[in-house]
């Protein structure tokens, strides 16, 4: 993904600062302001829809990937539209009531442990400081589930925090029939290619550590691209891109059932 | 007054001096206008036929007659009543009430609080100069669970002794001023030493009693000391490889020592030693019992006792402890994939003896199961039958009724015989778009299906007061169990429901409609001898997420929920009949609901079940019991009131038409019971408070003169009130018939008629 590309995408959005004790940052897609009467009416539609339903409880448990902001210098804020994607997608395919909103997190703010699950992508230099690393590594051995996608020249990096991470534990890499790959929808030929970087096949690696996945880390596949808005990246068909979205939701239910 | 009604006929009854005398009428003052009003009307239209010459004189004195006639049928026709109130000379009566609880038996040898009292008696001393005071002689009792009646013989011999095991002041002084008989209580001499170690508080509940109350204490001064030990609530189960916690209290009074050795034995060997230390005149202690071998063990904690101790019954407390090999095996079904689910199950593997199997579905052709946290590749049908057989707790969650139908009947009847308990959780759709509302399964929710509507209201958890599942005990301390609690990260919201069903039981409520009816977050239902645990509201994993590890290297969510589902597992030992005991143990003298729980070869609860059980105590004598069928299904009970201390063993036996169904074993420890030593100083403070608040007054056994000044001795008399219809008044009857005569006399006499 080149620079020019990458600024198209954000371009169109409003980058909006969360103030007070948290320093997430959230991307809302510009909108048009819809007229008064059509903003009326479909407000009278959508009080008429609810008000025939029985009450449940649609806002609980809201799912929420917010993406890891990393220091270092490498670009963790690429891609905002992937996880609002896949949200938007988890919600439709799976029924499950999700937040489909771009958030980021540092590891080192207190909002961490809202949120099971991260997503970390990007290309280039990542750098964890040392008191992130151990709150990283707590928040994983709680339950935390972390999912690296390498959009391009972050292996070295990755691969070097993970050591600090878990010195004594190899990255795994996943075997075709791994269940990751046979979870909503079947990969018969393990991880896909989604973006190709420097011709080499995907690989899905992985740390287990007591007995659970921790840590997923994707190269040379870049799920995360297939995730964003249709038109970011012209290669990718509507086939490549429904691909991705299928792997990222065999990622996420895996994530969800360990 | 009284005489003039009495000439009238009127019967006054026992009313002999009057305070009061009203005219009422039945249909009121209105009534009496509006007949006047009806009837005047009509005498005028037959005046008005009066065609003679009248002198006035006449004219008015025909009016005048015509007129009170009139006034009296109106009167007459509202139903006029008098209203008599007078006083009732009554029979005055005093009570006297002596302890008769084991904490009188406290002091030396000779001089116990009872000898102290039983010297006001002598040479009827106190008899006497109440019956001087006030001519009554007073009617006797002695008190301490229950109020018993005495003989003027038995004071006179003071035939009390100091052996009731809890003192009950409150219903004690109720009983007997809640049953004065024909007569007026002057008041209730009480005899104690104002310990009371049962029922209501006396200073919450004599205070409304509108008799005045006399306390008479023994006086003297008391030179004992005594050291004690208690374990309010000791555990009956422990769990092969873990650790039971058991919390205890000592207390000491009139010695000096700060600390003391609490010895601990293990079937009558030496297990460990452990140091209680004092703050105040109290202290706790805790000790920790490693479960590492399976067995029925009895501990025994004891504590020195000194010379000249006050009583050396209170200084070991015992307790059984049952160590079982676990095997929790949980099956979750979810219908959707959940934080909830994963953290849960995450926190259960922290046990090592627990095994896990989670189906969650993805679409309605696509589901996924985990094993041991190893999530499996997806299939088109799960496959819950044969993860139920082996399961002990089933957990549902947001799973559609449709795909676990076949397998409710399974649920129930392993629910009601008691192999599977049910964790039930709130997914994101309500139970009645599940399908729940109507189904076989609808019978097992401790709420009604009639309304639920979600409150997407933030709360927190609200554990009041001390709990008594140890699951919902996760620190030492009551009150920081319950803070502990109320800080759990806030849920986001909870189901509301129609209603509670009958015999559920709210475990946890929350901060969401506070006031005196907040809604609950966690229920419990019971199912014949299953148990299901219901809640409401959530998502709970972020207390999972934030607190497992915490600083304190105690994982508390790991720990309730893994507790919480041993709990539910609730094992039994026998497949068909089972014995429940309220606790391991028991109270020499004290009746113990013992429960037996029967079921059929196919697990199904029976009623009709002939049941029997055996006890044998230590000294191997045998007592045999008859089981009354209770109410619930399969459930079966008999009140045991052992008489000896020690081992019991229970032994059950069921039988149903002729046909043996099984038999079950269970022990139980029976200790003398302690609470009349727990506090064993004069409760002074307590008896001062409720004779000043009841208009009585306190004072010591030496000294009596002051209580019988203060007795009010005028006769008594109590207010009366009765009715009187004046219809049945042979006055206004004649006063009827002479007013006609009266006109009809002078119209003759005028010449008028």
């Known amino acids: ?258 | 007054m009284r005489s003039i009604l009495t000439l009238l006929g009127f019967d006054l009854g026992p009313i002999r001096s009057l305070d009061s005398l009203d005219l009422a009428l039945s249909w009121g003052w209105a009534g009496l206008v509006l007949t006047l009003l009806a009837l005047m009307p009509l005498s005028w239209f037959l005046y008005r036929f009066e065609d003679r010459q009248v002198s006035r004189r006449d004219r008015l004195a025909l009016l005048g007659l015509r007129a009170t006639f009139i006034f009296l049928v109106a009167l007459l026709l509202c139903g006029p009543v008098l209203l008599v109130s007078g006083w009732v000379p009554q029979k005055n009566k005093i009570a006297v009430m002596v302890d008769g609880s084991r904490s009188m038996s406290i002091g030396s040898e000779g001089d116990t609080r009872l000898d102290r009292i039983a010297k006001v008696f002598s040479q009827k001393k106190l008899l006497d100069r109440l019956q001087e005071k006030t001519g009554i002689m007073p009617d006797l009792f002695s008190f301490a669970e229950n109020v018993s009646p005495l003989s003027l013989q038995e004071i006179e011999q003071f035939n009390v002794k100091a052996a009731g095991n809890q003192t009950d002041i409150s219903a004690a002084a109720r009983n007997v001023a809640g049953n004065p008989g024909d007569g007026s209580l002057l008041g209730l001499v009480m005899l104690t030493d104002g310990v009371s170690t049962a029922g209501e508080n006396p200073a919450i509940a004599l205070p409304n009693l509108r008799t005045p109350i006399y306390f008479v204490g023994p006086g003297g001064v008391e030179k004992g000391v005594d050291l004690a030990i208690s374990i309010p609530k000791p555990p009956a189960t422990g769990y092969l490889n873990s650790n039971v916690r058991v919390r205890g209290e000592i207390s000491r009074y009139g010695n000096t020592a700060d600390s003391l050795k609490i010895t601990v034995t293990r079937d009558g060997k030496p297990f460990t030693e452990i140091d209680g230390v004092f703050t105040g005149n109290r202290g706790n202690f805790a000790l920790n019992i490693p479960c590492d071998e399976e067995g029925s063990y009895r501990f025994e904690l004891a504590i020195p006792e000194l010379p000249g101790e006050i009583t050396s019954e209170n200084n070991r407390v015992s307790f059984l402890l049952k160590v079982v090999r676990e095997r929790l095996n949980i099956l979750a079904i979810s219908g959707e994939p959940s934080w909830d689910t994963k953290f849960i199950l995450n926190a259960v593997l922290t046990d090592p003896n627990a095994r896990m199997v989670a189906w969650t579905r993805l679409k309605d052709d696509r589901w996924v199961c985990n094993r041991e946290l190893k999530p499996q590749a997806g299939v088109r049908q799960p496959d819950f039958a044969t993860d139920l057989k082996d399961a002990d707790v089933l957990l549902l969650r947001g799973v559609s009724y449709n795909f676990i139908r076949s397998l409710a009947p399974e649920i129930v009847r392993r629910l009601e015989s008691g192999n599977l308990g049910l964790l039930w959780l709130p997914g994101f759709s309500t139970l009645t778009s599940l399908g729940y509302a109507g189904s076989e399964l609808e019978s097992l929710l401790p709420v009604k299906l009639d309304r639920e509507e979600w409150r997407g209201t933030p709360g927190n958890m609200v554990l009041a007061g001390e709990t008594s599942y140890n699951f919902l005990k996760l620190t030492d301390d009551p009150v920081e169990n319950g803070e502990f609690f109320a800080t759990l990260p806030k849920f986001e919201g909870l189901f509301e429901f129609s209603a509670i069903k009958p015999g559920a039981e709210i475990l946890v409520s929350s901060t969401v409609r506070s006031g005196p009816d907040p809604l609950p977050f966690m229920l419990r239902s019971r199912a014949g001898q299953g148990n299901v645990i219901f809640v409401t509201g959530g998502p709970l994993w972020p207390a999972g997420f934030r607190l497992v590890p915490s600083d304190r290297g105690f994982a508390p969510y790991a720990a309730l929920m893994v507790n919480m589902l041993k709990w539910l597992a609730n094992r039994r030992e026998d497949a068909n009949v089972s014995i429940e005991l309220p606790a391991s143990r028991g109270y020499a003298g004290q009746p113990l609901n013992v429960k037996v729980w029967v079921s059929d070869a196919r697990h199904q609860l029976q009623s009709g079940a002939q049941v029997s059980i055996e006890i044998e105590n230590e000294k191997s004598e045998k007592t045999s019991l008859s089981c009354i069928e209770t109410s619930e299904k399969g459930c079966y009970e008999a009140s045991l009131v052992p008489a000896y201390r020690g081992l019991h063993k229970i032994q059950a036996k069921a039988r149903y038409q002729g046909n043996d169904l099984g038999s079950a074993n269970a022990e139980l420890i029976v200790e003398a019971p302690t609470a009349e030593f727990e506090n064993p100083q004069v409760n002074l403070d307590l008896m001062k408070q409720i004779a000043s608040e009841t208009a009585g007054i306190y004072c010591n056994a030496d000294d009596i003169e002051p209580l019988v000044s203060a007795i009010d001795a005028v006769p008594g008399q109590k207010l009366e009130s009765r009715i009187i219809d004046l219809r049945d008044s042979w006055v206004l009857l004649v006063l009827l018939l002479l007013l006609p005569l009266a006109e009809w006399y002078w119209r003759r006499v005028r010449g008028l008629s």
């Open chain 1, 1 to 258: 993904m080149n620079k020019n590309n990458r600024k198209a995408v954000i371009e169109p959005m409003q980058w909006v600062e969360m103030t007070g004790q948290t320093e997430t940052v959230r991307f809302v897609p510009a909108q048009r302001t819809p007229s008064l009467p059509f903003s009326f009416c479909i407000m009278i539609l959508a009080i008429l829809l609810l008000s025939v339903q029985p009450a449940g409880a649609q806002d609980f448990d809201r799912l929420v990937i917010p993406r890891i902001k990393y220091g270092g210098g490498g670009d963790w804020y690429v891609g905002p539209t992937a996880m609002p994607n896949l949200l938007r997608q988890a919600n439709e395919r799976l029924g499950l009531p999700v937040q489909a909103e771009n958030v980021a997190v540092s590891v080192s703010d207190q909002e961490l442990y809202r949120y099971p699950m991260l997503f970390m992508t990007g290309h280039g230099q990542i750098k964890f400081k040392d008191q992130e690393i151990n709150t990283l590594l707590t928040w994983l051995d709680n339950g935390g589930f972390l999912w690296i996608n390498d959009s391009y020249g972050m292996e070295k990096y990755v691969k070097r925090e993970i050591r600090r991470l878990y010195p004594d534990i190899d990255l795994v890499a996943l075997p075709k029939d791994h269940a990751i790959f046979n979870q909503l929808y079947e990969f018969p030929d393990g991880l896909p290619k989604i973006h190709e970087h420097d011709g080499r096949p995907p690989v899905a690696y992985a740390i287990f550590d007591k007995g659970r996945m921790k840590i997923l880390y994707l190269l040379e596949s870049d799920v995360g691209d297939g995730l964003e808005d249709a038109g970011v990246h012209p290669a990718d068909t509507p086939e490549i891109r429904e691909k991705a979205m299928q792997m990222a939701l065999n990622i996420l239910i895996y994530a969800m059932n360990q």
